[in-house]
C-alpha cells in the first residue's frame, strides 16, 4: 500500500478511500490559517491606520515650521527674553540630558523651567523648591498655586505662555512655548518633540489636547 507521502501521477488512483479522507482536513485546515492570518493582517492595518490618523497634525515628522519672525516692539522684555533663549536652543539642538541635569528622561517640562530660568524667569518645583519641574503634571500644579494657570478657552495665548496638554494629545502629556500668536494659530516652540526641539502650528481652540495655558510673563 502506498503512503502518504510517496507521489504519483494521480495522488488519489492508487489510494484507499480513508486514506485519501485523512489528507483533506489537512488541506482545509491549511486554508483556514491562511485565511485568518489575511485577517488578521487586515485587521491590525487598520488599527494602525486609525491610530494614526488619530494623532494630531501637529505631532508628525513633517508638520513643523519656520523659526517666526518676531517682531520685538510688539513684546514686553520678558516675552522677548524668552523668545531670544528658545530661538538659540532651537538652533543649537542640544540633547535633552542638557535640559534634565544629566537625568536621562523624558524632557519636555525639563525644557520648558530651563528656557523660563534662562530669561530670568524661573519657575519654582511646589515639591522642591528647584528651578527645574521635570513632570507635566506638577509643573501644572506650579501654575494652578500661582494663579497663573488658565483652562483653554476664548482668550487667546500671548508671547511667553506655556500650553500644557492632557493625555489625549496623542503622545501623553506635554507641553511647549509659545513664540508667536496669529488669531487661532499659535506658533509653539518644545523639547522632546520626536526626541528634538521643534516648531509646531497648533489651532489652539480646537485642538483637543490642549489642556490650558501657563500665563503671566514678567515684564
Not at 494630531?56 to 527674553?81: N, Y
Amino acid at each position: 500500500m502506498p503512503t502518504l507521502v510517496e507521489v504519483s501521477a494521480d495522488p488519489t488512483a492508487d489510494r484507499p478511500a480513508g486514506a485519501a479522507a485523512r489528507t483533506r482536513p489537512v488541506r482545509r485546515r491549511g486554508r483556514r490559517t491562511a485565511i485568518a492570518a489575511a485577517l488578521v493582517a487586515v485587521v491590525v492595518a487598520g488599527v494602525g491606520l486609525v491610530a494614526w490618523q488619530a494623532v494630531p497634525e501637529r505631532w508628525l515628522p513633517w508638520d513643523t515650521a519656520e523659526f517666526p519672525q518676531v517682531d520685538a516692539s510688539e513684546l514686553t522684555p520678558g516675552q522677548l527674553r524668552i523668545v531670544e533663549a528658545v530661538r538659540r536652543e532651537h538652533a543649537a539642538q542640544r540633547p535633552g540630558t542638557f535640559f534634565s541635569e544629566g537625568a536621562d528622561e523624558p524632557w519636555c517640562a525639563n525644557f520648558v523651567s530651563w528656557i523660563m530660568r534662562a530669561a530670568g524667569s524661573p519657575l519654582v518645583n511646589p515639591h522642591s523648591g528647584h528651578w527645574r519641574i521635570p513632570g507635566v503634571y506638577t509643573l501644572q500644579e506650579y501654575y494652578e498655586a500661582a494663579g497663573r494657570f488658565e483652562a483653554v478657552g476664548d482668550r487667546a495665548p500671548r508671547v511667553g505662555d506655556v500650553v500644557l496638554y492632557d493625555r489625549s494629545s496623542g503622545f501623553g502629556q506635554h507641553t511647549n512655548i509659545v513664540v508667536a500668536v496669529d488669531g487661532e494659530t499659535a506658533v509653539t516652540v518644545g523639547g522632546n518633540e520626536m526626541g528634538r526641539i521643534r516648531i509646531h502650528s497648533l489651532v489652539w481652540r480646537s485642538d483637543g489636547g490642549v489642556l490650558g495655558f501657563g500665563r503671566g510673563v514678567p515684564g
